[in-house]
């Protein structure tokens, strides 16, 4: 099997221009613990957007909870009234859609937004639930048994890394 190879920063530099079409001036950025909070962060900043995004956690919504218990750490911070607010959920790498699930109804728990849409860095394929992204900066396919995740370095540098399970 040949390797994957996966520019992240590059990756990055396509989310930054889709996200830039999709917002407009009273979008709110959230991004999922914690691959997306990275990109919502450096995106609230390269957008050079008023005030400060969102952080948000599927652990208490996932219907895994009972095995992965508290295991993706990171608590939701939500700085913005979510009532009415457009808001751009942002994630690393969309899979099977549960995470995404898991997220909305965490972000209903705050509130009922105008709107929801996602971003996501890459695109896998593979859904389990009817869940799209509105945009997504790669689609890839990879087997059952490997996961992509999102890093980043101390300087704030993406890269990703595929694992066997």
């Known amino acids: 099997m040949g390797a994957l190879l996966l520019d992240a920063e590059a990756l990055y530099r396509e989310l930054l221009r889709g996200v830039q079409q999709l917002c407009n001036a009273d979008t709110r ?3 999922i613990t914690s ?3 990275w990109l919502a ?3 609230q900043a390269d957008l ?5 995004h969102g ?3 599927s652990a208490m919504h996932r219907d895994d909870f ?8 990171g608590q939701t911070q939500l700085p913005f009234d979510v009532n009415g607010a457009d808001i751009l959920v942002l994630d690393d790498v969309l899979y099977t859609g549960r995470t995404i699930r898991a997220v909305i109804n965490e972000l209903f728990d705050y509130g ?4 929801v849409r996602l971003a996501v860095l890459v695109d896998r394929g593979g859904r389990q639930l009817p869940i799209q992204a509105e945009f997504a900066a790669a689609r890839v396919s990879l087997a059952a048994d490997q996961s992509l995740a999102l890093a980043r370095s101390a ?3 993406f890269s990703f890394d595929v694992q066997e399970a």
């Open 29 to 31: 950025l959230v991004g």
């Open 35 to 37: 691959g997306g909070a």
């Open 41 to 43: 962060e450096r995106l």
């Open 48 to 52: 050079k957007l008023a005030g400060k």
């Open 55 to 57: 952080t948000i956690s």
């Open 66 to 73: 009972a095995k992965r218990g508290l295991s993706s750490g």
């Open 112 to 115: 009922r937004p105008a709107q």
């Open 155 to 157: 300087e704030g540098v």
